[in-house]
């Protein structure tokens, strides 16, 4: 089975073409514009938005598109690249795809398409996007559909807060764990936009991967949307709190400070996980041994970088 990964430099794609790379009926390439070599995997440098597809890629069975810029945050304040890398990269990948006879397509989506709801949101909810992250994910969910006409089998992934090992520490625009663990990290009080009530749904992403190869495994995925999450809600004040105890702060809480809030930004919401559950998914690691880890592996980082 010869499968393409997109983003694959990036956090969730990283570990996915890592796994992908284990399996022995797997070909596996790579495309993403930095280098970030996989054992095992022929990668492709370059830029979606950009590249010969017809030249540079040979037939797949299975595309799994990763590759985003995927802030809420900076798709407000860098327009012209939110649209080149959330709405160019992949209309030409499906273009791509059609024109090669790909038959199946994961996408990775967001929560974003949601917005703000008052509890649990399941996958009929009407999308309400706050942020133009979230508009361009839903844009390219509805894409999806229009090329279901050319035989394109696709499945939608909307990711909650997904958070783990490798997230980038350096990009305090993206990534509430990562953002929050970095200052910890530091000693330095963390800036908290809005009420320290608002609340999110976090999700490892060993499980995360879980569920992008089931959707390999799974043809009854197909032509679906499925909500990948933890289906818990956890306030920013536990959130704190338990990363402050990961990384083994003295204190019961960890000090904060408020800071003014963002376009985009949302008070909260949290996954409904039956449909995918009903595939025998399930997030099987408790957010406090995820940040544990998560904060061990940042902690053997800063060693090896000192």
Same mark, same amino acid.
């Given at each position: 089975?010869?499968?393409?990964?997109?983003? #694959?430099?990036?956090? %969730?794609?990283?570990?996915?073409?890592?796994?992908?790379?284990?399996?022995?009926?797997?070909?596996?390439?790579?495309?993403?514009?930095?280098? $970030?070599? %996989? +054992?095992?995997?022929?990668? %492709?440098?370059?830029?979606?938005?950009?590249?010969?597809? @017809?030249? &540079?890629?040979? &037939?797949?069975?299975?595309?799994?598109?990763?590759?985003?810029?995927?802030? =809420?945050?900076?798709?407000?304040?860098?327009?012209?690249?939110?649209?080149?890398?959330?709405?160019?990269?992949?209309?030409?990948?499906?273009?791509?795809?059609? #024109?090669?006879?790909?038959?199946?397509?994961?996408? +990775?989506?967001? $929560?974003?398409?949601?917005? /703000?709801?008052?509890?649990?949101?399941?996958?009929?909810?009407?999308?309400?996007?706050?942020?133009?992250?979230?508009?361009? *994910?839903? !844009?390219?969910? *509805?894409?999806? &559909?229009?090329?279901?006409?050319?035989?394109?089998?696709?499945?939608?992934?909307?990711?909650?807060?997904?958070?783990?090992?490798?997230?980038?520490?350096?990009?305090? *625009?993206?990534?509430? !764990?990562?953002?929050?663990?970095?200052?910890? $990290?530091?000693? =330095?009080?963390?800036?908290?936009?809005?009420?320290?009530?608002?609340?999110?749904?976090? !999700?490892?992403?060993?499980?995360?991967?879980?569920?992008?190869?089931?959707?390999?495994?799974?043809?009854? $995925? #197909?032509?679906?949307?499925?909500?990948?999450?933890?289906? *818990?809600?956890?306030?920013?004040?536990?959130?704190?709190?338990?990363?402050?105890? =990961?990384?083994?702060?003295?204190?019961? &809480?960890?000090?904060?400070?408020?800071?003014?809030?963002?376009?985009?930004?949302?008070?909260?919401?949290?996954?409904?996980?039956?449909? %995918? +559950? @009903?595939?025998?998914?399930?997030?099987?690691?408790?957010? =406090?041994?995820?940040?544990?880890?998560?904060?061990?592996? +940042?902690?053997? /980082?800063?060693?090896?970088?000192?």
């Amino acid at each position: 089975m010869r499968i393409l990964v997109t983003g #694959s430099a990036g956090f %969730i794609g990283r570990h996915l073409a890592r796994r992908l790379a284990l399996l022995p009926d797997v070909e596996l390439w790579t495309l993403d514009r930095r280098e $970030m070599p %996989i +054992a095992g995997a022929n990668a %492709i440098i370059g830029d979606l938005a950009e590249l010969d597809l @017809g030249e &540079e890629l040979p &037939e797949f069975d299975l595309v799994y598109h990763l590759a985003a810029q995927a802030s =809420a945050r900076l798709s407000h304040e860098a327009i012209d690249e939110e649209l080149r890398d959330n709405v160019v990269a992949p209309l030409r990948l499906l273009e791509f795809c059609r #024109s090669r006879g790909v038959s199946r397509v994961v996408f +990775a989506s967001s $929560m974003g398409v949601y917005g /703000s709801t008052e509890g649990e949101v399941g996958e009929d909810a009407v999308p309400r996007p706050t942020s133009i992250y979230g508009a361009n *994910k839903l !844009v390219v969910e *509805k894409y999806l &559909e229009v090329y279901r006409q050319f035989g394109i089998r696709s499945t939608v992934l909307r990711l909650f807060n997904v958070y783990g090992p490798e997230q980038n520490m350096r990009n305090l *625009k993206q990534g509430m !764990v990562s953002i929050y663990l970095q200052y910890v $990290m530091d000693g =330095a009080e963390v800036p908290v936009t809005g009420s320290l009530d608002r609340f999110r749904d976090f !999700v490892y992403v060993d499980d995360v991967v879980e569920a992008f190869l089931l959707s390999m495994r799974e043809p009854g $995925m #197909s032509d679906r949307t499925f909500n990948v999450g933890s289906g *818990k809600s956890t306030t920013v004040r536990e959130l704190i709190r338990l990363i402050g105890v =990961a990384w083994g702060h003295p204190e019961p &809480e960890y000090p904060v400070r408020e800071v003014e809030g963002h376009a985009g930004d949302i008070l909260g919401n949290v996954a409904s996980i039956d449909q %995918i +559950a @009903g595939f025998g998914w399930k997030a099987a690691v408790p957010l =406090a041994e995820g940040l544990k880890r998560f904060a061990d592996w +940042a902690k053997d /980082s800063a060693e090896v970088a000192g």
